[in-house]
């Protein structure tokens, strides 16, 4: 029976039989598992038999977490990580293992972009940087027989940019390579990616997932619709040992021995096994109880940032609001199809002045907190220039936007008026 997302936000992936009947999902705070006998501890070591063994593989919470995301999001299984960065580390090293390179914008999350500019390459693995991700000339130009996936954001952070997927999923498809998408900003109750092509999908669960920014995480999904075995992507078609069966002389690759699914399997037998950024039961638990709310947060949120973005336009010393729900950014037009329960509860706006102007209204409001962070129940605003994009080079960050005047907001679930009279008198009163 296929349910709608907000029964699957709170049913999906978890069951109270088999669980002591609880209604809310136990925390199994348990490092390994009984394998109650010898021929189960056989099975479950060669990945025959369905259960637990040892917590950095797999965990019952964690395992109910990763289902019920990777239901919501279309996919056919997910591995959760430790945090949102393990999940774009896992999943680019993961695409672009033995030294590939990966296609995407510059104006993506601050630790992405470091990490593919300079750190990535430490291992071999580069990234060709694109101007505008929704130019596919300029994107095909990148393309080469070393390219192994296109990154995007759904969303950009701060701009609210919106990437069009569709044309994407079908470019990156024609050159036999996958797109992976960093659905963080909307969460998948605002967008599907998987709906539009997208391959591989990954979130920050520390932000609208979890919702109330008490836990850091991240998740990986598997839209099980990708050819690993085109012959771009060695990794999944040499035979490895921890996927074959010696003593019976059978030899797997990861793509032989579970098709579809090679590239989350992977994920967890390889990268989850081996750097070991696994996310705690608690942590777990944490993210599935703010998933049961999600989409009557996200409503309320994206409400109130559209009054507020509206009301921004209005207001003396702000000069220009990115918010792609005003109807003021190039990608309105990609609105309706991608976004027709909005963008989400960020946005970003440029005040005039100078540093000091923007200092004393981080230092003037009352109701939002001074946060690097988006997607929690408060309201919370920050100076991009100087924290969340610190790490990123000059150019991009000039490029994305992000000049020293730029001050990000993300919307909470406080009343919408008295969010509003707080801008109005931490702005009013810093000139
Ligand atoms: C926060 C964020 C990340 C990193 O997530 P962490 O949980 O902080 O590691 C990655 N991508 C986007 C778009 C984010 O907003």
Not at 1 to 10: G, P, Q, S, V
Request: glycine share 8%; hydrophobic share 40%.
């Amino acid at each position: 029976m296929t349910r709608a997302f907000d029964t699957d936000a709170i049913h999906a992936g978890y069951d109270y039989l088999g669980n002591g009947d609880a209604v809310s999902p136990p925390i199994y705070a348990s490092a390994a598992f009984d394998m109650e006998s010898a021929v189960r501890g056989d099975a479950l070591a060669a990945g025959t038999a369905e259960g637990f063994s040892y917590s950095r593989v797999a965990n019952p919470t964690v395992d109910a977490l990763e289902k019920r995301i990777a239901k919501l999001e279309g996919g056919v299984g997910a591995v959760a990580v430790a945090s949102g960065m393990a999940a774009v580390s896992f999943a680019l090293l993961c695409a672009a293992e033995g030294g590939g390179r990966i296609v995407s914008p510059s104006n993506l999350y601050g630790a992405s972009v470091d990490a593919m500019e300079s750190f990535f390459p430490q291992f071999g693995i580069h990234a060709d940087f694109v101007h505008d991700i929704n130019d596919l000339d300029e994107v095909a130009s990148k393309i080469g027989p070393d390219t192994r996936a296109i990154f995007a954001e759904s969303v950009a952070n701060p701009s609210t940019e919106i990437t069009d997927l569709e044309p994407l999923a079908a470019l990156a498809h024609e050159h036999g390579i996958p797109l992976i998408v960093d659905n963080t900003v909307p969460t998948p109750y605002l967008l599907r990616p998987i709906e539009f092509g997208a391959d591989i999908v990954v979130h920050s669960t520390t932000k609208g997932i979890t919702g109330h920014g008490n836990a850091i995480g991240g998740v990986v999904v598997d839209a099980g619709n990708f050819d690993w075995s085109n012959g771009r992507f060695p990794q999944f078609t040499t035979p490895e040992l921890v996927v074959s069966d010696e003593r019976n002389g059978i030899e797997h690759s990861f793509f032989s021995r579970y098709g579809r699914e090679a590239f989350i399997r992977r994920i967890r037998i390889k990268y989850l096994r081996t750097f070991g950024a696994v996310p705690s039961p608690f942590n777990a638990y944490l993210s599935m109880i703010g998933l049961e709310t999600l989409p009557v947060r996200a409503e309320r949120e994206v409400a109130t940032a559209r009054r507020i973005a509206a009301h921004l336009t209005r207001t003396p010393h702000v000069i220009k609001v990115n918010y792609s729900g005003l109807g003021n950014t190039p990608q309105f037009d990609l609105l309706p199809k991608y976004f027709p329960k909005g963008v989400g509860q960020i946005l970003s706006f440029l005040v005039d002045g100078d540093e000091s102007n923007v200092r004393r209204i981080l230092d003037g409001v009352r109701v939002f907190s001074y946060v690097p962070n988006i997607g929690d129940a408060r309201s919370l605003i920050v100076d991009p220039a100087r924290i969340t994009h610190r790490e990123v080079p000059a150019k991009y960050r000039i490029a994305a936007g992000v000049t020293d005047n730029l001050i990000r907001l993300s919307i909470g679930l406080e009343d919408a008026d008295d969010l509003i009279a707080d801008l109005d008198q931490a702005i009013a009163n810093a000139y």
